[in-house]
């Protein structure tokens, strides 16, 4: 994450900079507590319809929820619904490896944790050891740490680095904007046939269809959505749910014709 602007050496404070700058993603008004939809793409009446007819998170999310919007980055985290679909997803798909890269206080990771089958296994990257510390106390609390580890690093030197095994059935990518290319390029090759991997902030609150958008997460997106549409490797569907989450099936075989 370069940035001009962004002068601190400590991690969590590079981010926090650059969330304030807007580089990390595109700034978004929010229901703060993870309660109520995010989607900027439905008006309140039909956001609100949406939330009341949706599974309502647990204790364990509310209160990690309420935690983390006491944060002055709790935009960070996915909404409540985006949750429900991660654990979903994992669940259908039964997964054996996960692994999400941007894990924040933890919400995301405990939708997929929640989801895995026995013996199945999510590994976290994150940078924020502050921040990891209120994900840590929040997974043992909902029973799952045991099938969670969480490396702290950069995300691009910790997938460089992961042994050749192993391989991961589903992938949530939920880190900084401008770096989703380099994430992607390192997980296509680790992910078995039919594994998924998901991406968030796909659309950027609308900023993705207006070209004269510089910001440098926007432009980042948009040539990653660009580029992931056209990759052969995978089948790709792009959902409007939250700030958009595109879904990317690695194909047995590349597609015919490309
Ligand atoms: C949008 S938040 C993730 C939200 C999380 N998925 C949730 O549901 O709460 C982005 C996270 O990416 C992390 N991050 C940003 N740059 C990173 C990097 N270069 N390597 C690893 N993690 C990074 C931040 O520390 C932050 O926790």
């Known amino acids: 994450m370069e940035h001009p602007l962004i002068m601190s050496t ?11 700058l807007g580089v990390e993603t595109v ?15 439905l008006n309140g009446k039909i956001g609100a319809y949406l939330t009341e007819h949706s599974s309502p998170p647990d204790e364990v999310l509310d209160d990690l929820s309420a935690v983390t919007a006491t944060l002055p980055e709790a935009e960070m985290q996915v909404p409540a619904e985006q949750g429900t679909l991660l654990t979903i997803l994992t669940a259908s798909i039964a997964p054996g490896r996960t692994i999400e890269v941007g894990t924040f206080t933890g919400y995301s990771a405990l939708c997929i944790a929640r989801g895995l089958p026995a013996g199945g296994r999510l590994l976290c990257l994150d940078v924020s050891e502050e921040w990891s ?10 029973g799952v740490s045991d099938r969670i580890d969480l490396v702290l690093g950069p995300a691009a030197d910790s997938l460089a680095d992961l042994a050749e095994e192993p391989t991961f059935d589903l992938a949530f990518i939920d880190a900084d904007k401008v770096s989703y290319q380099r994430y992607y390029d390192l997980l296509v090759p680790r992910m078995n046939p039919n594994g998924v991997i998901i991406v968030d902030n796909v659309l950027q609150y609308g900023a993705v269809v207006r070209p004269r958008s510089e910001n440098p997460a926007v432009v980042a997106v948009r040539e990653f959505n660009r ?14 749910i939250a700030d958009g989450l595109t879904i990317a099936r690695k194909l047995p075989f590349p597609r015919e014709g490309d």
């Open 10 to 20: 400590s991690p969590a404070q590079r981010i926090r900079e650059a969330t304030a």
């Open 27 to 41: 700034r978004r008004e929010v229901t703060r507590g993870g309660r109520g939809s995010k989607s900027a793409f």
């Open 133 to 142: 510390a209120i994900a840590r106390k929040h997974w043992e609390r909902a």
């Open 227 to 240: 580029l992931l549409a056209a990759d052969s490797r995978v089948q790709v569907v792009m959902l409007p």
